[in-house]
Structure formats: structure tokens, C-alpha cells
């Protein structure tokens, strides 16, 4: 994969997107300056490969990329699904090595800065410092929503409450249509490893949702007639909408 030139920021995909919150003209002007390009993903690359050491941070422009644990015997735990706006490879800026690995699920495109340039590019806007800590506590918030769904929901409840998160990520970052439609290649066999259900048992859970209405999810995309019913199903409680930063 090679890096692209560094287009206008002023005409960045992000800044009309409805769940985003665009930065100030002046912190565009110096994210600009610290950007180093732009990097196509192709369906199923590999942005960011578990165990390896790198000086580059990236931010999500176009597409989804899944973030995954992969353990010694192969299995693998997929632990959060990456939208456009959202940070990629945070811990770079701490010199450690990745303890996950970054796939593209879709064709994806993402900004490029190098970890050397996060600390003038926050010095000159600590507001840009702040968002980072939102977008982390946010990241976390997350994923203590998906310990809550292995841990305490049943899989029929699993499944419906990642079919919900997915579907209004996707509305807040304009890939959904306005009928509660995502269309992204998403297979059983990787709902089965972000839920850790056997690949037998999601095709059965998705069968019993999709008979009973709830959601309607295959290989080609995802719909959920109703969202509300949905939210309800898997216990998600009220959502509450929040513009989110990016850089």
C-alpha cells in the first residue's frame, strides 16, 4: 500500500458527515500541515499487523476496518469495528507495539500522520488534546457495551445489540440509508468471532431474529425494520446522539 498526496483538508469527506464534528478552520489549517498523505485499504488488507512497531497514527477517511485479537492456535476475537473519524493505532505515540491487528472490511481510506508530529500539533491546540481523551473515553465506553453483551446477554440479544451499535455508526457516518439499511460485507463467521459464538450458533441466531423480525442480517448487508423494537430486544436502553470530534 502506498501513500497518496495530501489533498485539501478543507474538502476533507468528514466535514459533512451528520454524527461528526469537524475542527475549527484554524485547527485544519495545522492538521494539514502535519498530515503526510492519505492510504488506500483494499477489502481485507492489512492496516496494522499485531505485534509490529510503527511511527504512524491514522484516521478513518472512507470504508470500516475491524479491529482483532489473534491468539497462538489461530483463534481470533474481533473487538471493535472502526468508522470514518475514528483514531486508528493510538498506541503508536506510546512506542509500543500493537496488540491487535487492523483489517479493511470494506475498501477504506485513511489520513496519515507520523507519531513525531501529535505533540506540536496538540501543543498549539490543546482543544485537539481533549478531543483525543473524548474519542478514547468514547472508544472505551464501547467497548464495555460489547464485555456487557459476552458476558451478560444471551445470543439472540448479542447479536441484535451489535446489529443496532452498527447500524447507527453507520447512520453518523452517512453509509446507511434511510430505511435502516447498511450494505457491508460482514459474514457469520465474523459476527460469530466479535459475539465468540460458534459459527453453527450465530447462523442459528440469525435465522430466529430474522424470523421473528427483529433484524435482517446477511452476508451482503444488514437491515433493522425497526430500530426502536430493536434497541429494546437487547436491552440498550435510550440512545443518546453526541457529535464526535476526529482529527
Given at each position: 500500500?502506498?501513500?497518496?498526496?495530501?489533498?485539501?483538508?478543507f474538502q476533507c469527506p468528514l466535514r459533512p458527515l451528520p454524527g461528526l464534528c469537524p475542527p475549527s478552520d484554524e485547527q485544519t489549517v495545522t492538521i494539514q500541515d502535519r498530515k503526510r498523505g492519505e492510504l488506500p485499504?483494499?477489502?481485507?488488507?492489512?492496516?496494522?499487523?499485531?505485534?509490529?512497531?510503527?511511527?504512524?497514527?491514522?484516521?478513518?477517511?472512507?470504508?470500516?476496518?475491524?479491529?482483532?485479537?489473534?491468539?497462538?492456535?489461530?483463534?481470533?476475537?474481533?473487538?471493535?469495528?472502526?468508522?470514518?473519524?475514528?483514531?486508528?493505532?493510538l498506541q503508536a505515540a506510546f512506542d509500543e507495539p500493537f496488540g491487535h491487528s487492523v483489517e479493511a472490511l470494506i475498501p477504506s481510506r485513511v489520513c496519515v500522520f507520523h507519531r513525531k508530529d501529535f505533540t506540536p500539533?496538540?501543543?498549539?491546540?490543546?482543544?485537539?488534546?481533549?478531543?483525543?481523551?473524548?474519542?478514547?473515553?468514547?472508544?472505551?465506553?464501547?467497548?464495555?457495551?460489547?464485555?456487557?453483551?459476552?458476558?451478560?446477554?444471551?445470543?439472540?440479544?448479542?447479536?441484535?445489540?451489535?446489529?443496532?451499535?452498527?447500524?447507527?455508526?453507520?447512520?453518523?457516518?452517512?453509509?446507511?440509508?434511510?430505511?435502516?439499511?447498511?450494505?457491508?460485507?460482514?459474514?457469520?463467521?465474523?459476527?460469530?468471532?466479535?459475539?465468540?459464538?460458534?459459527?453453527?450458533?450465530?447462523?442459528?441466531?440469525?435465522?430466529?431474529?430474522?424470523?421473528?423480525?427483529?433484524?435482517?442480517?446477511?452476508?451482503?448487508?444488514?437491515?433493522?425494520?425497526?430500530?426502536?423494537?430493536?434497541?429494546?430486544?437487547?436491552?440498550?436502553?435510550?440512545?443518546?446522539?453526541?457529535?464526535?470530534?476526529?482529527?
Amino acid at each position: 500500500m502506498s501513500v497518496w498526496l495530501v489533498p485539501d483538508c478543507f474538502q476533507c469527506p468528514l466535514r459533512p458527515l451528520p454524527g461528526l464534528c469537524p475542527p475549527s478552520d484554524e485547527q485544519t489549517v495545522t492538521i494539514q500541515d502535519r498530515k503526510r498523505g492519505e492510504l488506500p485499504v483494499p477489502r481485507g488488507g492489512v492496516l496494522i499487523a499485531q505485534g509490529e512497531n510503527r511511527d504512524a497514527i491514522y484516521t478513518v477517511l472512507q470504508g470500516v476496518l475491524i479491529r482483532y485479537r489473534t491468539l497462538d492456535d489461530g483463534r481470533r476475537q474481533i473487538t471493535n469495528f472502526l468508522f470514518p473519524g475514528n483514531l486508528v493505532g493510538l498506541q503508536a505515540a506510546f512506542d509500543e507495539p500493537f496488540g491487535h491487528s487492523v483489517e479493511a472490511l470494506i475498501p477504506s481510506r485513511v489520513c496519515v500522520f507520523h507519531r513525531k508530529d501529535f505533540t506540536p500539533l496538540i501543543a498549539a491546540h490543546p482543544r485537539l488534546g481533549f478531543d483525543l481523551v473524548w474519542m478514547a473515553a468514547k472508544e472505551e465506553a464501547e467497548l464495555e457495551q460489547h464485555l456487557v453483551s459476552l458476558g451478560q446477554r444471551n445470543a439472540r440479544e448479542r447479536v441484535t445489540a451489535l446489529a443496532v451499535w452498527l447500524l447507527e455508526r453507520a447512520q453518523a457516518t452517512g453509509l446507511a440509508s434511510d430505511d435502516n439499511r447498511f450494505e457491508f460485507p460482514m459474514t457469520q463467521v465474523q459476527i460469530a468471532d466479535m459475539m465468540g459464538l460458534s459459527h453453527v450458533h450465530a447462523n442459528r441466531t440469525l435465522q430466529s431474529l430474522r424470523r421473528d423480525g427483529i433484524i435482517d442480517w446477511r452476508p451482503g448487508g444488514l437491515h433493522i425494520p425497526d430500530l426502536d423494537r430493536a434497541s429494546e430486544f437487547a436491552r440498550l436502553g435510550p440512545h443518546l446522539p453526541k457529535k464526535s470530534p476526529y482529527i
